[in-house]
């Protein structure tokens, strides 16, 4: 990897593959920013809970958030697009300040150094909806709880800076500007607990389906060999129980 790959002018297909177009290479160093002013969120929620069967209640919540003049660290991928992207640096100066951010090798071209900071550029939106099913039965040798939570991953999305891309991670993987990685589309969690006099028991499983990789998000599926590779779904379980000696 390095400077040749990035300049190369060979048909992509005749191109080193396995790789992405931006390669994050090198050490990577953060820099604070004393210019950064403050983020603007907005959000909006809206509920609804309703008493579906005795002893049985139901809440569903809608989320937005959306995040702009986000304080953040710009991504390697960033850096390298605002340098060697033509629609970013029309000239292709390599002195460039996106270039001039990396620092590459005299001997082989590769980069030995990322210099990164703290910008205002990002911007995040992210949505979803949370549902709550809670219900209690009084039996003759004890009580039993249930409750099953469920969240669906509407959308997941992130700009680094105003001109660039776009994207949305729901179901990926990926992430970006430091916002939590592994986007599911959708997240599983049920719990029963049974207690009799000072015993309990509680019983919880939790669902989490398969993620994409992130270039699926970042539109790299349909180049030789994109790195597509699906993390598959699994399930946890847990068995626990407590008992109170005295009131």
């Given at each position: 990897?390095?400077?040749?790959?990035?300049?190369?002018?060979?048909?992509?297909?005749?191109?080193?593959?396995?790789?992405?177009?931006?390669?994050?290479?090198?050490?990577?160093?953060?820099?604070?920013?004393?210019?950064?002013?403050?983020?603007q969120a907005d959000t909006f929620t809206l509920g609804v809970v309703m008493d579906v069967h005795e002893n049985w209640t139901l809440t569903v919540d809608y989320y937005t958030i959306e995040i702009e003049d986000m304080i953040a660290i710009e991504s390697p991928d960033t850096a390298y697009e605002r340098c060697l992207s033509l629609a970013q640096n029309p000239t292709g100066s390599p002195t460039s300040p996106a270039c001039l951010q990396v620092t590459r090798?005299?001997?082989n071209g590769g980069v030995s150094n990322l210099d990164l900071s703290f910008t205002n550029q990002g911007k995040a939106t992210v949505s979803g909806v949370?549902?709550?099913?809670?219900?209690?039965?009084?039996?003759?040798?004890?009580?039993?709880?249930?409750?099953?939570v469920a969240n669906y991953n509407i959308e997941s999305e992130t700009q680094d800076r105003p001109g660039l891309s776009t994207i949305d991670w729901a179901g990926t993987r990926g992430c970006a500007l430091q916002i939590q990685c592994q986007q599911y589309d959708y997240r599983l969690l049920s719990t029963v607990n049974y207690a009799r006099g000072p015993w309990t028991v509680t019983l919880r499983h939790q669902f989490w389906p398969s993620l994409k990789d992130a270039t699926f998000a970042e539109g790299a599926v349909g180049i030789p060999n994109p790195l597509g590779n699906i993390n598959d779904s699994y399930q946890l379980f847990y068995l626990g129980g407590s008992f109170s000696f005295n009131d």
């Open positions: 990897t390095g400077a040749f790959e990035y300049y190369d002018n060979r048909p992509i297909t005749d191109q080193p593959t396995n790789t992405g177009f931006f390669i994050t290479a090198g050490t990577q160093n953060s820099f604070g920013n004393p210019n950064v002013k403050e983020e090798s005299p001997f949370d549902l709550q099913l809670t219900g209690t039965r009084m039996l003759e040798s004890g009580g039993l709880n249930f409750a099953f």
